[in-house]
């Protein structure tokens, strides 16, 4: 590479890091002959057998609250996630990693490098699976980072850096109403007070995450959830990871669409959690004429249409915003609703535009609730800040799909991923591999042992690219 093509790389990469979400899937960045950290050339190849880690996958997939055509339920702390907590940590001692467990739960595995003193490198993502979800979600990143640096022993690899695999705590909000709380914590971003507020969904009435966390065997050697949190950190931004990687299925189509093997992400959206709660006078579903109703879910119905209104209204397609819960009460065939409880997820790439549709909904829902004639309250329950990916992570995976000769795309992420909170303390970047339509969060989530492959032994030689470093 020339000094002018070098300029240009540099100049793309500030940009990469700078810019707004269009300019950030990276098209332009795509063509530019950026080099890796350390050459992936002068790595030996790691060989992944296809079948070893869709198999590990099955196994995990079992360990549910439901079972088989019904997928995967494996709530945080539940027995089930217990179970695949053992099972990831043999895994970790089978490959012969050092296992340490910290005191939010998150599992470390160590492969030491022969500057144990360094930054690491760390690769990881999450097993716990919202309700009827499927086996690849997060439990690929938690496996693949193993199954990886098995691939790097057998290839004769020896790491300058220490490689770390790890299973982070809660990415998911099911039980607990936040998501990423162990990677949160590392990141020195989970406010203790807000974690002691969280309804545990499995003991409404008095659960709280530090309670779940102690009856599972962690965090005993915390004196309160303050300490809980400070044990977790990480610390300056650099000083325990040097780079972090998350391998991840795609969870929409474009891979599979565009046949490309690997997406090498830019950008992580990031969600806003809001929740509305309607409350009207209910009444008699036949004495009560309609023009005397202040019906709670007609209010939810306008505010959800107008949901999707906003995030269409951007234009853009990394705009995006759901409505996942609804209760409606008293829930009775004959009752005019008299309450609607909602939850509403908001995400975008770019911070503001978020912002701006969550703030439409606000004023909207304050407007409806006040010519609907019914009571309305609203919280912010969560906002994070989108993350941009690290030029040199992403120039090390796609060093390492060049060298494997896998067809790969920049693009963005519109789900969100530990890696939200990882780019807080380390350059961060993400790897996707295709999965089957794009399903994800639903039973028939699905990707191919071949493509499993294909993102592990890239994974393999990224990691030990940035390893070298
Ligand atoms: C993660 O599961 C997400 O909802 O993006
Ligand atoms: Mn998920
Ligand atoms: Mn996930």
């Known amino acids: 590479m020339n000094s002018a093509s070098s300029l240009v790389c540099l100049i793309l990469s500030v940009l990469l890091v700078l810019g707004s979400s269009e300019a950030v899937p990276g098209e332009c960045l795509a063509d530019v002959d950026c080099p890796a950290t350390a050459s992936v050339n002068e790595i030996p190849s790691p060989v992944v057998d296809p079948a070893t880690v869709p198999a590990q996958l099955m196994k995990l997939a079992e360990l549910s609250d439901t079972k088989s055509s019904a997928g995967v339920t494996r709530l945080i702390f539940t027995d089930s996630d217990l179970a695949g907590r053992a099972y990831v940590r043999s895994l970790m001692e089978q490959a012969g990693l050092l296992v340490r467990v910290d005191s939010m739960g998150n599992i470390f595995g160590r492969w030491v490098g022969s500057q144990p003193d360094l930054p690491a490198v760390g690769s990881g993502s999450h097993i716990d699976a919202i309700p009827n979800s499927g086996a690849y979600d997060g439990t690929l990143g938690v496996l693949g980072p193993i199954e990886a640096i098995a691939a790097l022993r057998r290839a004769g690899f020896k790491p300058k850096r220490s490689i770390e695999a790890l299973m982070f705590t809660s990415e998911e909000p099911t039980r607990f109403g936040i998501s990423c709380v162990g990677s949160r914590a590392m990141a020195g971003k989970l406010d203790p007070k807000h974690l002691d507020s969280l309804k545990d969904v499995l003991a409404p009435d008095n659960g709280t995450f530090r309670g779940a966390a102690l009856k599972a065997g962690y965090a005993n050697a915390t004196t309160n959830t303050e300490d809980m949190v400070k044990q977790s950190s990480l610390g300056e931004y ?120 969550v703030s439409k909904i606000i004023s909207y829902g304050e407007q409806v609730a006040k010519s609907r004639a019914v009571r309305w309250s609203h919280e912010i329950v969560n906002s994070d800040p989108p993350a941009t990916c690290a030029p040199k992570v992403l120039n090390a995976a796609e060093s390492a799909a060049r060298k494997l000769n896998l067809s790969h795309k920049r693009m963005v992420s519109r789900a969100y991923h530990d890696s939200l909170f990882m780019a807080e303390v380390t350059p961060t970047g993400m790897l996707f591999i295709p999965c089957h339509k794009g399903y994800s969060h639903r039973p028939d989530e699905f990707a191919s042992a071949e493509d499993i492959k294909n993102g592990i032994e890239a994974l393999a030689l990224a990691l030990a690219s940035l390893s070298s470093a």
Request: proline letters at 4%.
């Open 238 to 357: 650099g000083t325990y990871y040097d780079s972090f990687l998350e391998l991840h299925i795609e969870q929409g189509p474009d891979l599979e669409d565009e046949n490309v093997s690997l997406g090498i992400v830019t950008a992580i959206a990031a969600p806003a959690a809001l929740r509305f709660s309607l409350t009207g006078d209910g009444g008699h579903a036949g004495g009560q004429v309609m023009s005397r109703r202040n019906d709670a879910l007609l209010a939810a119905a306008a505010i959800t249409t107008a949901v999707e209104k906003f995030a269409l209204d951007t234009g853009s397609s990394d705009t995006v915003a759901t409505v996942g819960v609804l209760r409606v009460g008293p829930g009775a065939i004959n009752s005019v609703p008299r309450t609607a409880d909602m939850e509403i997820d908001v995400r975008d790439v770019i911070g503001p535009r978020r912002d701006e549709v």
